[in-house]
């Protein structure tokens, strides 16, 4: 457990995520080209949807991340404001992109499906609304951070936006269901069996496998960039920077 | 399936992907014309650090917050 806050510190979590990052981004490989392999030539066309059914298997993994990164930014976010690790904030700014590309990726990409399926590119559905309200609070959060001289007081400040907006995660995920949504409900949960054909199931559990690994291998890569900065007056990055090992992924 | 198969899939379909893959390469490789950046300003810093401390016999450089 020790060793676990060992890697709170910038020092000892700089190195750690440059090893781990080739790691992941092998993994992200891996299961993109499983999943794409299965989705686009395996799986046979949609009884109902045809072929329009195969954005879904980067529709779904996509909306997923964008709730997902929010909820650990959240988790961050409490970090922040308790204990106060500078890690923590960090790693909330580095997820903030990424999960605001999901979110737009999930917007676009339904946007795609929702044409030739729903007959419209967009509809002020709950589900697609919420999803849109997400991908405002993202925008506001990183603009909040850069708003600020102090870092300390971006901080705190984006910890308790990010905080106040955790709300609108519940409200996502069962729009669906508290409301009379044009959105579908979910093919897949934890609790009965998918209302999908198994090999449909399995190509987008694979991309959102993959989804997972790259949001990971590019949040490591862009932290230790912003650990670099903000500790740039340390003596453990000036020697970093004398030995020329400050550059790229590995450490 | 073969390709023939798979153009069929129609615009809307391969413009999703496309959409998806180009948005991931420009954060990749944003990502990594960031980082280049940070460390040239980083080694651009340390070597006006040295080049003070070699003429003025300190490293502490003008507005550098410790």
Redesign the interface.
Known sequence: MSSLFRYASPVAFYPLAGRLVPWFSGLALLFAIGGLYLG???APPDWQQG??Y??LF??VP?AWMSMFIYFVMAGYAVLTLTLQTRLSALMMQALA??GA?FA??AL??GA??G??TWGAWWVWDARTTSTLLLLFLYLGYLALQNAFEDVRRADRAGALLVLVGTINLPVIYFSVRWWNTLHQGASISLTAAPSMARIMVTSMLLMSLAAWA?TIA?VL??V??KI??RE??SQW??EL??DGR???VDS | ?NLSE?A???P??W???A??AV??LI??VG?RV???H??AQ??Q??AM?DLMQREHGSNRVKG???
Request: aromatic fraction near 12%; glycine fraction near 6%.
């Open positions: 686009l030539i395996v072929e329009t195969r954005i980067i529709h996509s992109p990424t590309l737009a990726l676009a990409t795609f499906w044409k030739p790259y590019v890569s862009r230790r960039g670099l900065w740039r007056s990055v000036l920077l004398r400050s550059d790229g | 399936m798979m069929q899939f129609g809307y379909v413009g999703a992907y959409l998806f948005a991931l954060e990749v990502l960031a980082q280049r940070i460390d980083l080694r810093a340390r650090a550098e917050v410790s």
